[in-house]
């Protein structure tokens, strides 16, 4: 098993979804749909992405080695399943593939994009007080490129 610290950042990079994006998600009869089932009723996958929701509710340093041993579960889970893909792109994003994923909390049709708010963070706005007279057209072709940023960012 990777160290608590790896296995953290491999989580992290895996789950591309938000608790409110994960959450919601569940609630689909999709998601419902999919997976092994464990015996209780519900689906392996689904009661995973629950575990994840709570995870995802926590900070690192309030992280028990249960939620670690999940959280490798869910890397291992995550990277073996990638990898099996849809035979066909074109039906990916109503396949059982994908939805089995999100169950998980990876969204493979999800850029993921380690750059981009740290990039964003760097580009002046018109709350900015460094802002120059000619940042604004800049901005909003940014903002348009990436309109999924937090406010405070955009």
């Not at 209780?40 to 994840?52: F, K």
């Not at 028990?64 to 074109?90: C, L």
């Not at 981009?116 to 903002?143: D, E, M, N, Q």
Request: net charge positive; glycine share 6%.
């Amino acid at each position: 098993m990777e160290a608590p610290a790896d296995i953290y950042t491999a989580c992290k990079h895996d789950v591309n979804m938000t608790a409110a994006e994960l959450q919601k998600w569940l609630q689909t009869e999709e998601s419902k749909s999919v997976g092994q089932a464990s015996g209780d009723g519900e689906r392996i996958g689904h009661h995973s992405g629950e575990r994840i929701v709570e995870i995802l509710g926590k900070k690192k340093a309030d992280l028990m080695p249960d939620d670690q041993a999940h959280m490798h579960r869910v890397h291992s889970y995550v990277s073996r399943h990638s990898a099996q893909g849809p035979h066909d792109e074109k039906d990916a994003a109503t396949s059982r593939w994908r939805y089995s994923l999100l169950n998980w909390g990876h969204n493979p049709l999800k850029k993921w994009l380690p750059w981009r708010a740290a990039f964003a963070a760097r580009i002046p706005t018109a709350r900015s007080p460094t802002r120059s007279k000619g940042c604004a057209p800049l901005t909003a072709y940014w903002s348009s490129l990436f309109p999924r940023l937090p406010s405070k960012l955009a």
